[in-house]
């Protein structure tokens, strides 16, 4: 039991699954109302403080015991009462690993039922997700090139301050402290460990992951899929709330009613639209590929400064509620079974007259994409081709600086530099 504690502990630090908004908010503890604070910019996440009148609740506390002290620094101006409850709204890292500076005699930790499952699963593929997140967070890279980016490198073993949990619940789990009632509600989305907080009194909600001002990650590149239409029906539930104050877990808090509930309703609409026109064309048989391609939100939602492609993105979201639904099979026979890729890469060479061929047009091409494509197809065949490798590096770094996405950007700019480091190993 204490060797999987400690695995738990390990891993949390790099569950940094980014439900999270990059373009980050001022650093600041900004006042919401005179109970609600919510620190911002001080790390890839928010800590949000509940101000009772006999102790302080924390809702998420960072991806880092320094980023968390940080902010409790700054709260420690405004009040001295010891924290009675931190509430995690879901298992990544950067909601779980300030938990130790929030920690003291008496303090209880609430999660939804499902967070040690979760974080479980995180457990048992946590070599593949160290060097996911240190791709997605461009660990590797000059900071000032990241475009996602976090406080901490998730590569580095660093000071883990995630503690489990002692109260879990499974649907809702409501409690008063100090003259403030809290309900927690089971709220499907970001993860399947979801949960919100509403404070009634003060017309505060915070959905977590559940909103932050960019198009919602509904399917990330490298990890699971996630519960889309969970995701929709947790901001209809929201929107029944009528709340005065949305504070979300990333990005800054919004104000008034009629604004949070035409945010809700934007946000619902665009993930019912992006679902629903992808199933229908699954069924109308078409390929992903012009699934992709067809799939774009309705000039009134492409509009919105919440949903542009900050974080989340269209096309990825098509990309996974196909993979959701369908198997891996995409009706062409040639798939079903494939060959050796460096074979094929043989035989499109030998076709064009060789290599030389390959990257003479690859030169010239000016959609990088297909650049990259076609030096690829050079080194599945010659896997140390130097030209063909200072090709890819070029067509991935001109994708990356192009990138309005902030994953996209660290994706294509990581491979850019392993591209390059690899030209002083070949001939």
């Not at 939804?112 to 946590?126: D, F």
Request: proline share 6%; net charge neutral.
């Amino acid at each position: 039991m204490k060797y999987f504690f400690r695995l738990f502990c390990a891993a949390a630090l790099a569950v940094l699954s980014v439900p999270a908004q990059y373009l980050n908010p001022p650093r600041g503890l900004n006042k919401v109302t005179e109970r609600v604070y919510a620190a911002t910019g001080y790390a890839l996440g928010n800590v949000i403080y509940v101000l009772t009148d006999k102790s302080i609740v924390v809702v998420d506390t960072t991806e880092s015991p320094a980023a968390a002290q940080a902010t409790f620094d700054e709260m420690r101006k405004i009040s001295s009462l010891p924290v009675s409850y931190v509430v995690y709204t879901h298992f990544h890292g950067d909601h779980i690993n300030g938990a130790t500076v929030f920690k003291g005699e008496g303090t209880k930790i609430i999660a939804q039922r499902q967070h040690t499952e979760e974080l479980a699963k995180y457990v048992m593929l946590s070599g593949y997700n160290t060097r996911l997140n240190a791709i997605q967070f461009g660990s590797a890279l000059p900071a000032e090139k990241r475009g996602a980016r976090l406080a901490m490198d998730p590569r580095q073993p660093g000071v883990r301050g995630y503690i489990r949990p002692d109260i879990f619940f499974d649907d809702e789990y409501r409690f008063e402290e100090g003259g403030v009632k809290f309900e927690l509600y089971h709220t499907l989305g970001e993860t399947f460990d979801h949960l919100m907080v509403w404070i009634p009194q003060e017309r505060v909600l915070l959905p977590g992951d559940l909103f932050y001002e960019s198009f919602p990650m509904l399917a990330s590149p490298m990890k699971p899929d996630r519960p889309v239409l969970g995701w929709a029906a947790s901001l209809d539930r929201m929107r029944k709330l009528h709340a005065a104050y949305l504070v979300p877990s990333h990005t800054r808090p919004q104000v008034g009613e009629a604004e949070i509930d035409n945010i809700l309703v934007n946000y619902g609409r665009a993930i019912h639209w992006v679902h629903d026109e992808t199933v229908k064309r699954v069924n109308q048989g078409m390929p992903l590929e012009r699934i992709r391609d067809e799939v774009k939100l309705p000039a009134d939602l492409a509009v919105l400064p919440y949903l542009q492609p900050g974080y989340g993105t269209v096309l990825w979201s098509v990309n996974g509620i196909y993979k959701e639904y369908t198997g891996w099979y995409d009706f062409n026979p040639a798939d079903l079974n494939p060959g050796s890729k460096a074979a094929l890469s043989r035989a499109l060479m030998e076709a064009s007259g060789g290599s030389a061929a390959i990257l003479k047009r690859a030169g010239r091409e000016t959609n990088s994409q297909l650049a990259l494509e076609l030096a690829d197809v050079v080194l599945g065949a010659e896997p140390d081709n130097r030209e063909a490798h200072a090709m890819r590096a070029a067509a991935l770094e001109k994708l990356g600086e192009a990138a309005k996405n902030t994953v996209e950007r660290n994706v294509y700019l990581v491979a850019a530099q392993e591209e390059k480091a690899k030209l002083t190993t070949v001939r």
